[in-house]
C-alpha cells in the first residue's frame, strides 16, 4: 500500500489518488511543477499565478521517547485559481515516521526514510492540513521545517523545536532505563532494601521477608531477625518487640510468666517473685502469696524451715527442729514427745520416757527425768550433797554415810 493509500485510510474526506486521473479543466493546459527530489517534499502547484504558503506546528515540543508527536503542517493558497504543490518535510534524526493524515493529499511518498514528500491539492484562498506522525526514538533536542513548492517557487514554513526526553512510562520523572520501578511512579527512588525493585513496585519493601501487605513494621534494617509480623524479634521465638514480647532478648517461645510482672519466666532472676532467685530457689514457680523459707520453697509456720527441706512440724513453728522421741513429729506438734504412750499434758517426763509415770520423790517430776531425786554415785553424798535428796516425807537421808549406804545398796 502507498502512503497515499494510508492517508485515505486515516485522513476523513481524502480522495484517494489514482495515475492517469484527469485534471479538471480548470489545470488542463498548466505546466505541473511537480517534481520528486530523493529526501524532500514538495507540493506542486498548477498555475505561477497562485501564491502557496506553509506553516508549522507540533502537538508536543516535550515528550519522550516512544510517544507519538504530530506535526500539523497548514497549507494556505492564497492565490485566486486552485492550486496544487509540494510538500517536503524531513523528520528529525530522532524521529521515525508512524503515519500521515490528510483531506488535500493526492499521493505521498517517504524517501528516503524519513523524509515525506506529498502532493496536495487546494481550491482558491483555502488552506488543508497535512498531520504528520512520528515517534521519539532517542532521547535529545530536535529541530524541524517543511517546505512547499508551488510553480517554481519554494517557501519555508517556520522552524519547530523541542526535546524528546527518556522514557518514562510512570511518569515520575526518571528515565525508565534508570527508574527501580518503571511502571509505578517512584520519584524519589526509594528503595528501602536496596535491591533492584524500589519501595513502590516491591512486595516486601525491607526484604524481611514479610510481605508489605502483612508488614507491621515495614523499613526494618536488612538483617534485623523478624517475627511473622515483620517486626524485630532479637531472639527468635516468633514473639516481635512489637507484639509486646516479655523477653525480647531472651527466648521465651510460650511468654510464661507464672509471677505476672512485666518479665516473662526466661528472663525473670526471680520467676515467682517469691524473694529467692531463681539460682536459689528450689520450689520455682511458687503461687503468688506463700511464704517460703531460704531455699524459696513453702513454710507455711515461718519458721526457716520449708516443707520441702522436711520441717517435722509444717504447721507449727519448730525452729530448731527438736523430737525428742525421733519420730517424724518435731515436739511442737508431736502430742507425746518422748512416745511413751502418756500424752504430753500429763506426762510427768514429757521428754523423757516414763511410761508407769514413777515418781519416788513425789516431787511431780518422774523419776526417769528428775535427777535430783536419787544419787547415784557416793560422790554425791559428800560436802552435804546428801541434804539435796527429798522424798515424799522429807529430806531422804540423815546423814552422808545413809546417803552412801543408799548408793552401795542401791534403791529396794
Given at each position: 500500500m502507498t502512503l497515499a493509500e494510508q492517508t485515505q485510510?486515516?485522513?476523513?474526506?481524502?480522495?484517494?489518488?489514482?495515475?492517469?486521473?484527469?485534471?479538471?479543466?480548470?489545470?488542463?493546459?498548466?505546466?505541473?511543477?511537480?517534481?520528486?527530489?530523493?529526501?524532500?517534499?514538495?507540493?506542486?502547484?498548477?498555475?505561477?499565478?497562485?501564491?502557496?504558503?506553509?506553516?508549522?506546528?507540533?502537538?508536543?515540543?516535550?515528550?519522550?521517547?516512544d510517544e507519538n508527536v504530530h506535526f500539523t503542517l497548514t497549507v494556505t493558497n492564497t492565490g485566486a485559481l486552485p492550486a496544487t504543490a509540494t510538500v517536503r518535510d524531513t523528520l528529525p534524526p530522532n524521529f521515525v515516521y508512524v503515519s500521515v493524515i490528510s483531506a488535500i493529499i493526492t499521493e505521498c511518498t517517504q524517501a528516503p526514510a524519513g523524509t515525506l514528500t506529498c502532493q496536495v491539492a487546494l481550491p482558491a484562498s483555502q488552506s488543508g492540513t497535512v498531520?504528520?506522525?512520528?515517534?521519539?526514538?532517542?532521547?535529545?533536542?530536535?529541530?524541524?521545517?517543511?517546505?512547499?513548492?508551488?510553480?517554481?517557487?519554494?517557501?519555508?514554513?517556520?522552524i519547530v523545536s523541542g526535546v524528546i526526553l527518556p522514557r518514562d512510562i510512570d511518569g515520575d520523572g526518571v528515565a525508565d532505563e534508570l527508574d527501580n520501578c518503571p511502571r509505578n511512579p517512584n520519584p524519589g527512588q526509594a528503595n528501602t532494601d536496596g535491591d533492584a525493585q524500589g519501595d513502590a513496585c516491591d512486595a516486601d519493601d525491607d526484604n524481611d521477608g514479610v510481605g508489605d501487605g502483612a508488614d507491621g513494621c515495614e523499613g526494618t534494617p536488612a538483617g534485623t531477625t523478624v517475627a511473622a509480623d515483620g517486626c524485630a524479634d532479637p531472639d527468635g521465638d516468633g514473639i516481635s518487640t512489637n507484639a509486646g514480647d516479655n523477653c525480647p532478648d531472651v527466648a521465651n517461645?510460650?511468654?510464661?510468666?507464672?509471677?505476672?510482672?512485666?518479665?516473662?519466666?526466661?528472663?525473670?532472676?526471680?520467676?515467682?517473685?517469691?524473694?529467692?532467685?531463681?539460682?536459689a530457689d528450689g520450689c520455682e514457680g511458687t503461687p503468688a502469696g506463700t511464704a517460703v523459707a531460704t531455699d524459696g520453697c513453702a513454710d507455711p509456720d515461718g519458721d526457716g524451715i520449708s516443707t520441702n527441706a522436711g520441717d517435722n512440724c509444717p504447721a507449727d513453728a519448730n525452729p530448731d527442729q527438736a523430737n525428742s522421741d525421733g519420730d517424724a513429729q518435731g515436739d511442737v506438734c508431736d502430742p507425746d514427745d518422748d512416745n511413751d504412750n502418756v500424752a504430753d499434758g500429763a506426762d510427768n517426763c514429757q521428754f523423757t520416757a516414763n511410761p508407769d509415770q514413777q515418781d519416788l520423790d513425789g516431787d511431780g517430776m518422774g523419776s526417769a527425768c528428775d535427777a535430783a531425786e536419787l544419787p547415784t554415785d557416793k560422790e554425791q553424798c559428800k560436802d552435804g550433797g546428801w541434804k539435796l535428796f527429798y522424798g515424799v516425807d522429807g529430806p531422804r537421808f540423815e546423814n552422808q554415810g545413809d546417803c552412801v549406804s543408799f548408793v552401795q545398796r542401791g534403791p529396794r
Open positions: 485510510a486515516k485522513g476523513k474526506g481524502m480522495r484517494p489518488y489514482r495515475a492517469g486521473r484527469r485534471r479538471s479543466a480548470i489545470h488542463r493546459g498548466t505546466l505541473l511543477a511537480a517534481l520528486l527530489l530523493t529526501g524532500s517534499l514538495w507540493i506542486g502547484v498548477s498555475s505561477a499565478s497562485a501564491e502557496v504558503v506553509i506553516s508549522k506546528s507540533a502537538s508536543a515540543t516535550v515528550s519522550h521517547v498531520v504528520i506522525v512520528a515517534a521519539g526514538t532517542s532521547p535529545g533536542p530536535w529541530s524541524n521545517q517543511a517546505s512547499v513548492t508551488s510553480g517554481t517557487v519554494t517557501t519555508d514554513s517556520n517461645d510460650d511468654q510464661a510468666n507464672t509471677d505476672g510482672d512485666g518479665q516473662g519466666d526466661a528472663c525473670d532472676a526471680d520467676d515467682d517473685n517469691d524473694g529467692v532467685g531463681d539460682d
